[in-house]
């Protein structure tokens, strides 16, 4: 009775196992040669492997139905030394390339073949020098040792065991006992299986009633039905992930566990990066895609479907739907680049318009890969919500064409400025000049004045469209920077200014000045400018006196305004003893046509120091200045010294 | 002696009067022939070529054929390639005048905007001893601005 429930027992534990077994034996006794072996049992697996089917399988020969020389050649080998043999097998099955372990031995009268499917991903030092099923004949109960399984089921890589219910005064199952349980538990929990055997699951494992084991297995045990669970358990503190398939037989349940720690231990990192990937991608605005070529069907993450104004998996993933977002006139473009993408596994980048569910108009930019992964070919790339961008652009675009206008504009001011206003302006200063040339002293006293307030008016006028003339063309790209000697400058200017320099009277006190880097003409205008500013704002009766100072000081100790720490600067300082002006006006004398006085008291375009400022400006400088009302005017220019 | 024969092309009639009485004002012996543009300037240079003039005064902003134009045509011209030509025009832009010198312009004349300053540069310019020049100046170094 008790060898024929083993027998069972062990038949559905083989029938079922994931490795493939089969034995054979020979029609000729102790035959050497492998081919002549004949089938005499073949589990499920080994059937699928060696494609026999099940009312055949006692008849076939080894040389029938084995696909692979070396099996045949080892197995020859195990005959002649009668030793076994492991070796790993490396077969194609349909598309994949799968690699066995395989086993052989003699047994009995014939030859057993185990084949263990080894999955590369997880595989392990330790499961690739499994040992081979070592007899250890501790199975009591169970005297199931005459059979070939016990080597079978400890070399197993699952867990197997039999459980016995035992039922409380009600008659329920409240808890079972361990019959049988071979040593691969006894690895995973680093209990020896001697000891386990005889306990209740409650006793060995008392959380057994909390995590809701006890309760399947009863489940399983009253209703005869097969289950399947994956539970979390703490042996010796270390965390380990079992798949159980438990499964009624007779009086008990046959338990087959595998120890998926790893895969579970995977799948949470991979839960974890999938988060913190969905997360990045909600925050940098992208979404993401896997798209199987052969199969039009695209994976996408979840902010793609948020892109697109959905909730995840809220539209069909097809390839087909994808196109009924576009806006129609980039149908073809976004169509015809895919197309090209599938057909030459190239790489995709293009920006497309779509209407999201809300029928908002989108930018959408995707970048996609292609690689091989298994034999099919995949995109992978991420799709960016690019709207804000690409109106940034056009919004950049208009400003840029409407500069180019602005500039166009400039250009047309300035061919107006410097002939069409002058030309007018020239003939009436020439016809000025003719009348009074052929009128003078015949013309009475009040038509004299007349005639020279026209002229001072023209002259004036001519001033003012010079200057404004040379303002805007400061920024104009001409001259490049050169060296220049900042003495030459200002010898040049004082030359110009000589004649009003010795009429006024003036004193002019200089410093020997630095080198910059700048434009010559730019600079004597700087310097004509400023010291012309000193001899026009002199206080009656006073001697003007002028100093020009030079000297270098670093952008980050001045502590003034639009200075770059780091560099060193020429601070040059304009100081007289004219006019001055009140403090509240230091910032506004700077502005174009501002003006401090009465245009009669003394003669100025208000453009004078507005143009200073500008040179400054385009040779990366600053321009302050300080005034005190009838004592004097201090205009502090800073420019970059050379690198 | 022979008379000066100078020929003035300019569209503005108020400046080619300026300029007629200013060179009357410096009393030198000249002979000064007027035209409205460029066009009428090249018909009279290509047709009466006995009457070459001396010294041509050439505005550049003119209608149907402006002063640019008109210089790169004579410089085109075998028989006028020596032609001296001074250029007349309100323009001051530096881009102006660098473009003339290099259509081959020979001088550069601003107008002036008072008639004794007309009067002086007209007389620098028809007093100058120009066959001297020619002999013995370099081109680069004949350039004059005034």
């Given at each position: ?339 090209e993408a599938r057909k030459n596994k190239s790489k995709s980048d293009l920006v497309f318009r779509v209407y999201t569910k809300f029928k908002e108009l989108r930018y959408m930019n995707t970048i996609g890969e292609c690689y091989q992964k298994e034999g099919n ?267 | ?146």
């Amino acid at each position: 009775m008790k060898n024929n429930l083993a027998d069972d027992i062990f038949r559905t534990m083989v029938d079922k196992a994931d490795t493939a077994v089969l034995y054979t034996e020979s029609s000729e006794p102790n035959s050497l040669n492998a081919k002549e072996y004949l089938v005499k049992y073949a589990n499920h697996k080994a059937q699928s492997f060696f494609s026999i089917s099940d009312d055949t399988n006692e008849n076939q020969s080894l040389e029938v139905i084995v696909k692979y020389d070396e099996l045949l050649i080892m197995a020859n080998k195990v005959l002649k030394t009668e030793e076994d043999e492991n070796f790993n097998i490396i077969v194609k099955e349909a598309d994949s390339i799968l690699n066995y372990h395989v086993r052989i031995r003699l047994f009995n009268k014939g030859l057993l073949f185990a084949l263990s499917l080894i999955k590369p991903k997880f595989i392990t030092d330790k499961e690739s020098k499994l040992p081979l099923g070592t007899p250890q004949s501790r199975n009591r109960e169970l005297e199931i040792s005459n059979l070939f399984g016990i080597r079978v089921l400890d070399s197993n890589d699952s867990i197997i065991c039999y459980l016995k219910p035992i039922f409380n005064k009600k008659g329920d199952v409240e808890d079972f006992r361990i019959d049988y349980i071979n040593n691969r538990m006894g690895e995973i929990a680093k209990d020896d299986s001697a000891f386990i055997e005889g306990q209740t699951i409650l006793e060995y494992y008392p959380k057994n009633s909390e995590n809701g084991v006890l309760e399947i297995l009863a489940d399983c045990y009253t209703s005869g039905e097969n289950k399947e669970y994956t539970k979390e358990f703490i042996f010796d503190k270390e965390c380990v992930w079992l798949t159980t398939k438990a499964v009624k037989m007779n009086d008990g349940l046959i338990l087959f566990s595998k120890d998926v720690t790893k895969e579970k231990r995977y799948e949470a990192q991979l839960f974890i990066q999938n988060r913190l990937l969905s997360e990045a991608e909600h925050v940098a605005n992208i979404g993401s895609f896997r798209w199987n070529l052969a199969e039009d069907q695209i994976k996408y993450s979840d902010n793609v479907y948020r892109l697109f104004g959905y909730d995840p998996n809220e539209f069909d993933n097809k390839y087909d739907r994808l196109l009924t977002f576009l806006h129609p006139n980039d149908f073809e473009k976004v169509k015809s680049s895919f197309k090209e993408a599938r057909k030459n596994k190239s790489k995709s980048d293009l920006v497309f318009r779509v209407y999201t569910k809300f029928k908002e108009l989108r930018y959408m930019n995707t970048i996609g890969e292609c690689y091989q992964k298994e034999g099919n070919w995949y995109m992978v790339g991420v799709i960016r919500d690019v709207t804000k961008q690409i109106e940034a652009e056009s919004v950049l675009q208009i400003k840029n064409s409407e500069l180019k206008r602005t500039n166009a504009d400039l250009e047309a001011f300035n061919r107006v400025a410097s002939h069409d206003l002058q030309e007018p302006l020239r003939k009436i200063q020439m016809f000025v000049s003719r009348l009074d040339e052929e009128e003078e002293g015949r013309l009475n006293y009040r038509s004299q004045g007349y005639l020279s307030k026209i002229k001072y008016s023209s002259d004036r006028m001519r001033n003012l469209i010079n200057n404004l003339l040379s303002y805007s063309k400061i920024d104009e790209v001409g001259e490049q920077p050169r060296r220049v000697d900042l003495n030459d400058v200002l010898n040049n200017v004082l030359e110009d200014l000589g004649e009003r320099i010795n009429d006024l009277g003036a004193k002019v006190e200089s410093v020997s000045l630095p080198v910059v880097n700048g434009i010559q003409f730019q600079l004597e205008q700087l310097f004509a400018n400023l010291i012309g500013n000193s001899l026009k704002y002199v206080n009656e009766g006073v001697q003007p006196n002028i100093k020009i100072i030079g000297s270098i000081v670093s952008g980050d100790k001045s502590a003034v305004e639009g200075l770059l720490p780091n560099i060193n600067y020429v601070k040059l300082q304009f100081i007289d003893n004219g006019i001055g002006f009140e403090k509240k006006y230091q910032e506004k004398i700077f502005e174009i046509f501002q003006r401090l006085h009465g245009k009669t008291e003394f003669s100025g375009t208000g453009l004078g120091l507005s143009i200073c400022k500008k040179i400054v400006q385009s040779h990366n400088g600053t321009i302050t200045a300080k005034g005190e009302m009838n004592k004097g005017a201090e205009f502090i220019v800073y420019l970059p010294t050379l690198l | 002696m022979d008379k000066l024969r100078i020929l003035l092309v300019d569209d503005d009639e108020d400046d080619r009067q300026f300029f007629a009485d200013a060179l009357e004002g410096i009393e030198l012996n000249t002979d000064l022939h007027q035209l409205e543009n460029g066009k009428s300037c090249m018909e009279y240079l290509l047709t009466d070529t006995d009457n070459t003039p001396d010294l041509v005064f050439l505005d550049l902003n003119m209608p149907i054929m402006n002063g640019f134009e008109c210089l790169e045509a004579i410089r085109r011209t075998p028989h006028l390639k020596d032609l001296l030509v001074a250029i007349y025009s309100t323009s001051s832009a530096e881009r102006d005048i660098e473009e003339t010198f290099e259509k081959g312009a020979n001088i550069y004349i601003k107008k002036p905007s008072s008639f004794s300053e007309l009067k002086k540069s007209l007389k620098q310019v028809v007093k100058m001893n120009w066959a001297y020049h020619l002999n013995d100046f370099k081109k680069e170094n004949f350039l004059l601005k005034i």
